[in-house]
């Protein structure tokens, strides 16, 4: 019998309405908009609104809409991977909130968090159920709802992120197509530079941890920004050596969205031209988990069959890593 691959067969997006423009965050913090994009690429980004809105109102259309275009019911996923550090709750898994929400009464899942990195963790996650043989529809979604972190009085912070949901469906392949490589890193001193404070188990929530605003993304953006640009790169290119591909044989790269400038330079790491590298920052911003299948996505339209897409990321852990996928299908427009 022939290997079985994990290949990406349907892809989905959401986004919310709302618009949240460099203009509108002029007025409320110390920036302007021409320092935004020119240090980070960013021009607007969408924010959920409403009350008691989470994770899984942008994750359900999303995987509703993954379910029309593949011709598939709820029902027929038998596991949903929820890449995530902002679910609707910290416990249970909004994986299961997804589930119930579409009915795919059939699936089991669960959470990944891994910040900015959740999508390609989930993604490696998920193609080992499939490779198995164990798992025949399995859905990874990266939704992150960033503004529920985000203090708006941060200029370091507030003007990066943004909400927004993307989803793959994954199912057995013989011919070869699908996640062909992966590599995975972490690195947990890289905490303190990035992560939320308070809430959880360390310190659980108070009025004094509320008072000291310690629910919101504490970020050191330089640290951050020194330890992104160079694992980025560095693992994008690991993954081309490992596996013998030459700048020529990639058709994209499909980077993770914090930054512009790290988006660049991995790209001019790889030998890559701007015109193989998807970029959709300067609309949605940083959608953490979102990132990757939001661009994949926007960009659907333009991926053939055969092509060799690199996946990439790095984020608060640190996390970081890349994948390297033959694309499975042409878009069908
Ligand atoms: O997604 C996963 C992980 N996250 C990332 O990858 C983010 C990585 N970091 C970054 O993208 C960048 O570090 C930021 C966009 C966060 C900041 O850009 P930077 O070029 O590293 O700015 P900086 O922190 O070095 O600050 C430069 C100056 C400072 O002023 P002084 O000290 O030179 O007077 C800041 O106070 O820019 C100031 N500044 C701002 N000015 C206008 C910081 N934020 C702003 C702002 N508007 N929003």
Request: proline share 3%.
């Amino acid at each position: 019998m022939s290997k079985i691959t994990a290949a990406i067969t349907a892809v989905q997006g959401y986004v919310p309405d709302y618009i949240l423009t460099n203009q509108e965050l002029e007025k409320t913090v110390e920036t302007t908009d021409e320092w935004i994009i020119s240090r980070t690429g960013i021009k607007e980004r969408r924010i959920l609104k409403g009350e008691g809105k989470g994770a899984s109102d942008m994750a359900a259309p999303a995987v509703l809409g993954l379910c029309k275009k593949r011709g598939i019911q709820p029902e027929d996923i038998d596991m949903l991977i929820c890449c995530t550090v902002t679910g609707d709750h910290i416990f249970p898994a909004t994986a299961n909130i997804i589930t119930d929400k579409i009915g795919a009464k059939n699936a089991f899942g669960y959470d990944i968090n891994a910040a900015c990195s959740g999508f390609i963790y989930g993604l490696v996650t998920g193609s080992k159920f499939v490779e198995s043989g164990s798992h025949k529809k399995v859905v990874v979604v990266g939704v992150d709802k960033m503004s529920a972190l985000v203090d708006y009085q941060d200029r370091q912070t507030c003007i990066i992120f943004g909400d927004g949901c993307g989803a793959v469906l994954l199912e057995p392949n013989t011919e070869g197509f699908g996640v062909k490589d992966s590599i995975l890193r972490s690195d947990g001193s890289g905490f303190q530079h990035l992560h939320q404070k308070a809430g959880g188990s360390a310190y659980p929530p108070s009025i004094e941890t509320v008072t000291k605003k310690e629910h919101h993304i504490h970020q050191e953006g330089q640290a951050v920004f020194k330890f992104a640009v160079t694992n980025m790169a560095d693992v994008s290119a690991e993954i081309m050596e490992k596996n013998n591909l030459t700048s020529d044989d990639v058709a994209w790269l499909v980077p993770h969205q914090a930054n512009k400038r790290i988006i660049d330079a991995t790209a001019r790491r790889m030998g890559l031209s701007d015109e193989k590298v998807m970029l959709n920052i300067h609309k949605y911003g940083n959608t953490t988990s979102g990132t990757i299948p939001l661009c994949l996505w926007e960009w659907e339209d333009k991926l053939k069959k055969g092509d060799n897409i690199i996946l990439s990321a790095f984020g608060g852990g640190f996390t970081w890593g890349a994948i390297w996928i033959k694309w499975a299908y042409d878009s069908k427009k």
